[in-house]
């Protein structure tokens, strides 16, 4: 094994090349799910026919699929209709149809958890329905809503990974472009990227962890 | 639509529908295994045992499967280790989802109150058998449907076989959509995903809602 490429700067600079892609479309992908879930997650709340039962049928399609399925699929179908779009907008597009649906199911959950009465004594002071949900649901909603979405966009910045399968040039792929030629560094490079990996996301888990902590008091 | 791929491939759609059911069942065993013995170690009273838990869990859940697989893959390929690709990936699926395994067992079993472990170990009980006649028939209500959500993402992430050719379900998609119409082939393949998803996904929201009422 050879531990010394680890240590090479010209691969660390393409790892690190790598790495802005792998951020920069997860987070382009977490802003884009953030707003479209919680839309999608309030509109199945809402129970407004059709539309509510539009969102639900998304929702339950997208979310037993295969991300790898939605990248695909984002990626060669586009293609195929002969629309031309660049390879990384198709994967945080991908990314977002299915975030999207993981996050509605967390905003859905919030919501429910509200108890109903609050409703009912938001009305009976004159708060239209929509008001009642912005300013009465909403506030207390979203603080059970936060810990599992952090949780969801930790998996969404693992899930970047899956890009590899089409040749986006993320921190994986970066990975593989070297050790393909370096045969003997392969396992020394997985690690690394392995630790690259762990250290943003554990990261990010710390501090979901803390603001479950204050937001629970 | 146009269905006519089937003509050609309909026995690696049949074999790649077996391959992603089987690979999950197995990974799934796997990861209960895991699972359990790294719950175990999570609320275990030596500190030791604690800190091997809890840095499996926390190594594992952030890091993406994708490395995990080509490490078994690529990686001991390259010291000369030659795994199949069915045992490579179930043995990846196992290894990741054991770490969300271990936290649902966890926090089911964390969730009985803790008066129970006591009075089962005043009345004689060892802490073994106090965790496996007292503690656990309590907690199994409590994980079974977090467990069932962990197999669904297992069978959704099974598709990751599809990057090391891993003649799965979505590798017959790959194969097709060279020379037949994409959408279609992708079409075929969701819904072959959903008959096995979407039966789960049912059952445990029943589970929950049945128990939970019971409390």
Known sequence: MDFSSVFDPTHWSALLSGLQVTLSVAFSAIALSFVFGIILGVLRYTRIPVVSHIATLYIEIIRNLPLLLIIFFGYFAFKDWGIQIPITLSVIISMTVFTSALVAEIVRSGLNSVDKGQIEAARSQGFTYIQTLWYIIMPQALKKMIPPMVSQFVSLLKDTSLAVAISLPELTHAAQIIYNS???????????????????????????????????G | MDFSFLEVHKEDFIDGFLTTLSVSLVALVLSLIIGTIIAIFRISPLAILRAIGTAYVEFFRNTPLVIQVFFFYFGLASIHINLSKFFVGSLGLAIYTGSFMAEAIRAGIQAVPKGQMEAARSSG????????????????KLIIPPLGNQFINLVKNSSVLAIIAGTDLLYAADVAIANYDVTSVYVLVALLYLVITIPLSIGVNYLEKRWAKKG
């Open chain 1, 182 to 216: 370096k045969y003997n560094a392969t396992i020394p490079l997985l690690i690394l990227v392995a630790m690259i990996y762990f250290v943003i996301n554990y990261t990010l888990s710390l501090i979901s962890r803390y603001l479950e902590r204050r937001l629970a």
């Open chain 2, 125 to 140: 009980l060892s802490y073994v058998q106090a965790m496996w006649h007292v503690i656990l028939p309590q907690a199994f």
